[in-house]
Structures are given as C-alpha cells and as structure tokens.
C-alpha cells in the first residue's frame, strides 16, 4: 500500500512493484487520480490523511482488498512543518 500514489516517488514504485510480485493499493487525494491509478492496474482507494473519517473508510477498504494480509506500507503522504521541533506546537501537529 502507498500513500500519495499518483505522482513523483509513490508512482514510481507503485509502477516498480508489481514487475517483483506485489500487488499495489494505491492511495489517493484526488478520485480522478484514484480512477487513473485503477485504470493502470492498482487498486485505488481515496484517502484524505487530515482527515479520521476518511483514514477509517480506507483502513476497512484496504484491509477487504489485501484479505487482512498487508505485506507493507509506504507512506509517502503527509504534510510538513519547518522548524525546531522544540518550536513546534501539539495543534500545529494535529489536524
């Protein structure tokens, strides 16, 4: 499973793979990214990460789609902060 699928670092392996075996469940922002990401041959699944009810809904998908057996994760999404991390607050940190 890769987060942020769609492009740069997460395409590139979601593309590198299934050439080794694995099959990729792709996650995804945008749906027009997740019906592309299908349409190449990945299991596309939507998933805002600032967002629980959105992690919740794609948790129960992915864990349908790899039958409860997830050989891993690659979490490539996210969002960053610049700074100290002493400088940085707890409601910076939490969406």
Known sequence: MITRSSSGIGLVCANDLPRRGYHVIAACRKPQDMERMNELGFSGVLLYLDD???????????FTLCAGDLYGLFNNGGFGLYGPLQSISRQQLEP
Do not use: F, H, L, T
């Open 52 to 62: 629980a009810a959105s992690v919740e809904r794609a948790a129960a998908q992915i």
